[in-house]
């Protein structure tokens, strides 16, 4: 066994470094890592490099086996791995996707200036923390039979919209127009309902989070104002969450079905939690279609927050939403298995793309994103932890040759949760933050110690290696002003 990334992994520039397939007899493709040399040390000894070396065992990958700066350990796959397979004779797997399907980032642009803001962000932070619940098993404001709850499953963000939850635009700016084609209820155990009945409309815990945020710097005014952003100062608010306890049941029932799968179909794997099954298999249809109605699920239920953020600022501020100018940029998830084209030894081929902890990032003029957009890229969204910042990029042509049109999609923790908690105390977080101008407001104080800045990577760090890679453009930066954590 190795003792040092130095005695196994090739560099082929200063934020690309080779897995071979030599380190793992098995490999089907090698492995590849976006990051800095400087971040490699930790990365070796959290194990991330076995993990990107396991997911190269999987039948029908091509390419490689992807890992973002943000990797750390994951169940399976590392939480920022991509894996691309064959959907003529490769797999689908629950653990290249995650728990929380469809965990993504919604912002919204506004008028407002942090000037005009800040004098209110305690009175805002106090209505936003009271309109969106937020915690561990909290439970919203939307009641649903479980027959509705299956239009919620196969409409997406349409259902919230039918019901008076936001506007028309919103839909198209989101990705997938917020719904994946192809969910069934009837693929979803009646169990993962019953968790996700109460919980549509809800922020959750954990890294979930609502921001106030202020544009702090422009890279690229031409792809700014295109996403209506004009000027530093001007007020944004970012919302992340996913699917919930619905989504957890998904993936949680399906890694078990898909275990008894890799036996049916004779697949070898280096770790069971790599459960998968083929792509056209009954199981594997099955499982697209049950991921397809937990995305959705995630998708309305960014939907049900966005209007409610919407009533919230307007009350708090006195002005009208068209007053405010509160306009949807962009929805991007992250935790998804997509069917999708990519050119792959120079034919183009349907491709299973997992994206576990990354984000899509097409280029300009590409069909699958919005027309306002199409000059400049998909909008990505990467927030940072709640003490320093979170970026506004666009995806580009190198992504889509290189990393299956995929980029980083967040910080990535250095510190488990209970580490942090350890260590850090959530009042003297509470106040360092409100000494820098950041009002923050959380379920409990034990939560704000897991999200404490120490116990991420520098998301400016994670995001200048993409950048610098070529895999995604920065366009803007964002600080938080007023932070909601479950």
Not at 112 to 134: H, K, Q
Not at 214 to 234: F, H, K, N, P, T
Not at 334 to 347: D, S, Y
Request: glycine share 12%; hydrophobic share 40%; proline share 4%.
């Amino acid at each position: 066994m190795a003792s040092s990334w130095r005695e196994v992994v090739n560099r082929i520039d200063d934020y690309r470094w080779e897995i071979p397939t030599g380190y793992k007899p098995g490999m089907l493709v090698p492995g590849l890592v976006y990051t800095s040399e400087a971040m490699l040390d930790h990365i070796w000894q959290e194990q991330a490099f076995d993990q990107v070396a396991n997911v190269a065992f999987l039948p029908g990958i091509v390419g490689y086996s992807l890992a973002m700066p943000d990797i750390h350990w994951g169940y399976g796959f590392p939480i920022g791995g991509v894996a691309a397979t064959r959907v003529s004779d490769g797999v689908i797997s629950p653990g290249g996707v995650g728990f929380d399907i469809n965990c993504g980032v919604r912002l919204l642009r506004t008028n407002l200036t942090a000037a005009e803001v800040r004098p209110r962000i305690e009175r805002l932070v106090a209505d936003l923390f009271t309109s969106v619940p937020s915690g561990l098993g909290s439970e919203g404001k939307i009641r649903v039979s479980e027959k509705e709850l299956d239009q919620v499953l196969v409409k997406g963000s349409r259902w919230a919209l039918e019901r008076g939850y936001g506007n028309a635009a919103d839909v198209v700016v989101t990705e997938e127009t917020g719904c994946i084609k192809g969910a069934n209820p009837d693929k979803v155990s009646g169990k993962a309902k019953k968790r996700g009945i109460p919980q549509l409309g809800t922020l959750g815990s954990g890294n979930h989070f609502l921001e106030v945020e202020a544009v702090d710097e422009i890279y690229d005014l031409v792809s700014a104002r295109a996403m209506g952003i004009a000027d530093v100062g001007q007020v944004v608010v970012m919302i992340h969450t996913g699917s919930r306890g619905f989504g957890h049941e998904v993936c949680g029932d399906y890694v078990r079905l898909l275990g008894e799968a890799v036996r049916k179909y004779g697949i070898r794997l280096p770790d069971r939690q790599l459960a998968c099954a083929p792509v056209k298999s009954a199981e594997g249809r099955d499982y697209l279609a049950a991921m397809a109605c937990a995305a959705n699920y995630a998708w309305a239920n960014r939907q049900c927050i966005t209007h409610w953020v919407r009533e919230s600022l307007a009350r708090v501020l006195q002005k009208s939403e068209k007053e405010i100018g509160l306009e949807q940029i962009y929805d991007v998830c992250h935790n998804i298995a997509k069917l999708e084209e990519h050119t792959v030894g120079g034919r183009k081929e349907v491709l299973c793309v997992h994206r576990k902890g990354a984000t899509r990032a097409f280029p300009a003029g590409h069909p699958d994103i919005p027309d306002i957009y199409r000059d400049i890229g998909q909008p990505v969204l990467i927030p940072g932890d709640m003490g320093r910042c979170s970026y506004i990029a666009v995806g580009t042509e190198r992504a889509m040759r290189e990393s299956f049109g995929s980029t980083c999609h967040g910080a990535g923790r250095v510190q488990s949760r209970s580490a942090a908690k350890r260590s850090l105390q959530g009042s003297v977080v509470a106040r360092e933050l409100a000494a820098r101008g950041i009002t923050v407001k959380a379920g409990s104080m034990a939560s704000l110690a897991e999200e404490a800045s120490p116990a991420y990577k520098d998301v400016s760090e994670v995001v200048d290696i993409t950048d610098r890679a070529g895999i995604s453009s920065k366009v803007a930066r964002t600080v938080p002003i007023g932070v909601i954590k479950g």
